[in-house]
């Protein structure tokens, strides 16, 4: 299944950015899916996910200001982020799970000036 991501840009701090996920097959069936990123000179890091059940969790940095959703009908999932400030910036990458079959999206740059 591949994976495609798009949405990211150059945004002011304060300023708001939707990323899109696409699939190449149904995520019906997907157990994890995720958002992660990565800054310069950083470890990739998990930003948010959404579970088959629904259930949603964020990294601490992002609560309250990025939300995640998915789509079935479209397969695709979102990342809606608000309020974002300048440590946001980052190549943002799309995760998708099912079993044992992980799928990598080729990540999205979004940079958020101060």
């Known amino acids: 299944v591949q994976l495609q991501a798009s949405g990211g840009g150059l945004v002011q701090a304060g300023g708001s950015l939707r990323l899109s996920c696409s699939a190449s097959?149904?995520?019906?069936?997907?157990?994890?899916m995720a958002w992660y990123r990565q800054a310069p000179g950083k470890q990739r890091e998990l930003v948010a996910f959404?579970?088959?059940?629904?259930?949603?969790n964020y990294a601490d940095s992002v609560k309250g200001r990025f939300t995640v959703s998915r789509d079935n009908a479209k397969n695709t999932i979102y990342l809606q982020m608000d309020s974002l400030k300048p440590d946001d910036t980052a190549v943002y990458y799309c995760?998708?799970?099912?079993?044992?079959?992980?799928?990598w999206g080729p990540g999205t740059l979004v940079t958020v000036s101060s």
């Open positions: 995760s998708m799970m099912w079993g044992t079959l992980v799928s």
């Open positions: 097959g149904n995520i019906d069936l997907a157990h994890f």
């Open positions: 959404v579970s088959s059940g629904g259930g949603k």
